[in-house]
């Protein structure tokens, strides 16, 4: 039961855009989406959400759980996070840990997310990819757990963020400038999200990310290339609502 007689506070701000602080992405107690085709960078643009998460909450933690990329490409990851947050080199961060869930079958994959989910308190949680957690993603029923297991992790830690990766469905993004997330699994997100940034690959340099949310304070896109030392970098808008040109733009994926 609501209590209205007991004041409610507002879901404190947990993730802003970098550029200005005043496009709120993400509240705590939450679950946001990234969202694109294969090669689109989705998970470049997981890294800059994990760096900035990190740089405008100092005391706050990541957990980051991969179910398809290899240590290799995890590694790089988290040196390219590394690097931003000026930590020291070739040593593990107490406040960045990643998970690798590659290889292990999918039941084995959720009942291991389940049992980290309630031993753990992160600040930000991250689930790359959502879709490989389930054997059908049109699945209402594997849909309806997935769910039920993020309430549950919502509820047990109110002051952390979900932040889930998934898939569109192939070739959306020419057809529709509000591509949709595979699947049963996918709509249920769709709905569920706080925000999604849908991302979408303009060319061998740039991505683009538009954003759906259900807060009022989010903008709707912005931009952002990947450097020499596989760094996303959010590029900058003008007055006029375009993007200013970055030098030493790496075309390398993900």
Not at 28 to 40: H, Q
Not at 61 to 79: M, N, P, R
Not at 95 to 111: D, W
Request: charged share 25%; with cysteine.
């Amino acid at each position: 039961i609501v209590d209205l007689t007991k004041e409610i506070a507002k879901p404190t701000p947990i993730l802003r855009d970098p550029r200005d602080n005043s496009s709120l992405w993400a509240t705590e107690g939450n679950l946001i989406m990234v969202a694109g085709e294969a090669k689109a960078r989705k998970t470049f643009n997981v890294k800059m959400l994990v760096y900035t998460y990190l740089q405008q909450n100092p005391e706050g933690s990541c957990i980051w759980v991969d179910t398809e990329q290899s240590e290799y490409h995890i590694g790089l990851a988290f040196k390219a996070i590394q690097e931003v947050m000026n930590w020291e080199p070739r040593k593990n961060h107490p406040r960045l840990t990643m998970v690798s869930f590659l290889g292990l079958p999918k039941k084995e994959r959720l009942n291991m997310l389940k049992e980290m989910m309630s031993e753990v308190n992160p600040g930000l949680l991250v689930i790359d990819n959502i879709g490989h957690l389930v054997t059908n993603i049109n699945d209402p029923e594997q849909s309806d757990t997935l769910v039920t297991m993020f309430d549950k992790f919502k509820k047990e830690n109110p002051h952390s963020v979900i932040l889930g990766v998934l898939h569109t469905n192939e070739g959306s993004s020419k057809l529709s400038t509000d591509p949709k997330m595979r699947g049963h699994v996918g709509s249920d997100m769709e709905q569920y999200a706080e925000t999604i940034f849908k991302v979408t690959r303009q060319d061998s340099k740039i991505s683009k990310v538009a954003l759906k949310s259900r807060n009022a304070l989010a903008q709707e896109s912005y931009q952002f290339f990947v450097d020499d030392h596989w760094i996303p970098r959010i590029m900058e808008s003008t007055s006029a609502g375009e993007t200013e040109p970055q030098p030493k733009m790496s075309a390398v994926e993900a």
